[in-house]
């Protein structure tokens, strides 16, 4: 959303994020996710939250619904999904964390959904200032 560049596979955005020294902003969602899509057009989209994402973080967007097949015939869908549980203990969408560019720490998060903007941007900041 929003022309934010991002991915959809973590381990190509771990490289571009060691590449930039940036943390990766994970995005757990779902294309069938309406809470999702809220908080695009609601909190993405502020002129306090959307420079950030753009500037500061490598994006990653994990669709746990994608019916994609990759990887031996399996489901992009269902990668993700267990990628989500087994290393965030995630699965809910929308889900937010925020890592170290090497994708091994946790910085902030995960989040769930909350429209609170000024939250979200001390989210995002906490992430941000976590990196050296």
Not at 18 to 35: E, L, S
Not at 82 to 88: E, G, I, S, Y
Not at 95 to 110: F, K
Request: charged letters at 30%.
């Amino acid at each position: 959303p929003h022309q934010l560049q991002g991915h959809f596979d973590f381990e190509e955005a771990v490289e571009d994020a060691k590449a930039q020294n940036k943390p990766i902003f994970v995005d757990v969602t779902g294309h069938a996710c309406n809470n999702c899509r809220e908080m695009e057009t609601k909190v993405w989209s502020n002129d306090l939250v959307l420079p950030k994402l753009k500037e500061e973080f490598v994006i990653c967007a994990l669709y746990v619904d994608d019916n994609t097949k990759v990887k031996g015939g399996k489901r992009l869908g269902s990668i993700n999904s267990k990628l989500a549980r087994d290393r965030w203990d995630v699965n809910a969408q929308p889900a937010y964390i925020i890592l170290s560019p090497d994708g091994e720490t946790v910085l902030a998060g995960p989040r769930g959904y909350n429209t609170n903007i000024k939250a979200f941007v001390e989210f995002l900041d906490k992430g941000k200032n976590a990196v050296k």
